[in-house]
């Protein structure tokens, strides 16, 4: 079975669209007292909120130049950079740099790292469920490597 590149990356922007209304639903999933407060803002039924004790959602500040070291989620990790200019970086893959409100999925056991651009801070909001395992730093050749702006669809 051959790997085709173009077919790879569909799947990955695909699963990144899928990512965003995931980050959609757990945004909107963890303001329960909101949904409480504001029923009438339904129809056809009330919203099932439900909390996962071991999920994480954590909102990170990167000062421009900084970055976590290589690591995988047993889960995978969903990021969405909410401020300023993110890079990300699969394992033997270019850099791909990303803009306030643009998502992008990790799958699980995938070695990955992620940070702020060179001269620009980033706001991630990170999303994962299970452990982190923390591999080796990630090097400045490695953080100043080949980068691209990945493709990202409208959903209008």
């Known amino acids: 079975m051959s790997h085709n590149p173009q077919q790879s990356r569909r799947k990955e922007v695909v699963t990144s669209v899928c990512a ?10 963890s303001q329960t007292n909101i949904i409480s407060a504001q029923s009438s803002n339904f129809q056809g039924g009330a919203p099932q909120v439900s909390q ?7 909102r990170i500040l990167f000062p421009a130049g900084v970055r976590s070291s290589w690591h995988t989620h047993t889960w995978g990790q969903l990021l969405m950079i909410e401020e300023g200019v993110g890079l990300h970086q699969i394992r033997g893959r270019a850099i791909e740099e990303f803009h306030a409100g643009e998502p992008f999925w ?3 056991n995938i070695e990955h790292w992620h940070g702020a651009h060179p001269q620009i801070d980033a706001h991630q909001l ?13 090097t ?6 080949v980068r691209t702006r990945p493709v990202m ?4």
Do not use: K
């Not at 400045?140 to 490597?145: F, K, L």
């Open 20 to 29: 965003a209304l995931v980050l959609g639903v757990l945004v909107f999933g």
């Open 52 to 58: 996962t004790p071991d999920m994480s959602n954590i």
């Open 106 to 108: 990790t799958p699980a």
């Open 126 to 138: 990170t999303i994962y469920e299970g452990s982190v395992d923390w591999l080796d730093p990630v």
């Open 140 to 145: 400045d050749e490695q953080y100043h490597g």
């Open 153 to 156: 669809r409208s959903m209008r």
